[in-house]
């Protein structure tokens, strides 16, 4: 958690002069996230940059520098499943189905993926996803659905809708006395988690995490070593390529929900 | 965590038969949190009874049976500070101070003592509180004033009173990326937990504890042997010694809020 980099990741200008690189006409364009890599050229402070095996795609390992790796961290490094435990995953997007993928190679035995959306149930299981839920289908809540599926809770949940109700669901979902549920959603500015002290006290743990806690310039050039060791197989999260001149169809399919997972090709 | 004893312990009647040991006058009377040990003789489940050394001194080690070794425990095996680390301990009786001491013991450079009652505070530089903050003394919320004294947060935070607004506290202290806060108080029925997510995706964990994750049975012998070996210093845990027929003015004591931890003497 570097406080300087969060600061310039999310200010959309430069550090050293608060200025934006881009224009267009006169009229300044502001930075996105630190990257803006939708753009042929761009300048990034040098904490937002790192260096990876030269040998590597960058038309799939790009893929990696957001909510893939988060995923996967959040299940790797925080987490953190044992060899046959069984873990909960919140939201079956990109991030939720690299958690799923995580959870997987950590040796999880029951990965049980919760979405409202029933159509990412099947390609869930390409994760690892072995049991679905879906909240819709039930009168109670979906905390207690899972724990009497798992006869009192799973050993990890992992939350990555975003949806306070969804991280709340996650963390009283998980076993009394050794249960850990990661947040991992970014929540809304109002959101408030709530829950019963009394469910801490149970020996439960609460944790959240940002970019799945890699440090992006030290540890994303591993992760993209696990991909040339064929340890994480990229491919399958990526479902569409699209050319840049075409960018606006990807934001359609990603605002129509369908767990668009997309790559964009710069041509020339 | 043992459901079995857990229930066992609430229930105030043995477990085979629903029933209690004791009565007067044909009446019953319940067991006490699987001990009733105010009683001459009393009958436990064999799960509420730990076979120590023969050599302690039971007039001493009974007050490791429950709140100073959850206290001890909520430092040594929860929050597990690290040499140089700063705690925050919320309440000042005789669980804060324990905790304070196993932070101590853990190598913690700076220990900070939250209370509302400014005559517990010299009593807590016994137990290695090296600063003390009494949220009445201040505009804005305690936990702003210990992110500012410590320059982002506690490296670790213990809560020990109970109190709701305490443990909201004691999580939103600890600084972002590595902190650690611990539930210890036992809180009210209708209590809700409630922070804004982004808290926890700031890297930090909360957790809980009961009975400071020590298994009675197979760990409170342990604590009574660090007494025996002058790792751990019984004796400034207590404040007074109480024969029984004078029971009830240990109970005004505690009433009263002076921070007693008293030792009732059974006579004859």
Known sequence: MCDLLRINTDRGVMLN??????????KPIYHFVGGSTFSEYT???????????PAAPLDKVCILSCGISTGLGAALN????????????FGLGAVGLAAAEGARLSGAS???????NPSRFNEAKKFGVTEFVNPKDHDKPVQQVIIEMT????????ECTGNVRAMISAFECVHDGWGVAVLVGVPGKDDE?????????NERTLKGTFFGNYKPRTDLPG???K??????????FITHSIPFSEINKAFDYMLKGEGLRCIIRMEG
């Open 193 to 201: 988690f709530k829950t019963h002290p009394m469910n801490l006290l």
């Open 223 to 225: 992760v993209v070593e």
């Open 43 to 53: 300048v990034c402070h040098i904490g937002s940059v790192a260096k990876i095996n």
């Open 151 to 158: 006869d009192g809770g799973v050993d990890r949940s992992i």
């Open 78 to 89: 925080v987490a953190k499943p044992k060899k046959g435990h069984t873990v909960a995953v």
């Open 17 to 26: 002069d608060g200025k934006s690189r881009f224009s267009i006409n006169g």
């Open 110 to 116: 029951r990965i049980i993926g919760v979405d409202l």
């Open 227 to 236: 991909y040339m060791n064929k340890e994480l197989e990229v491919e399958k």
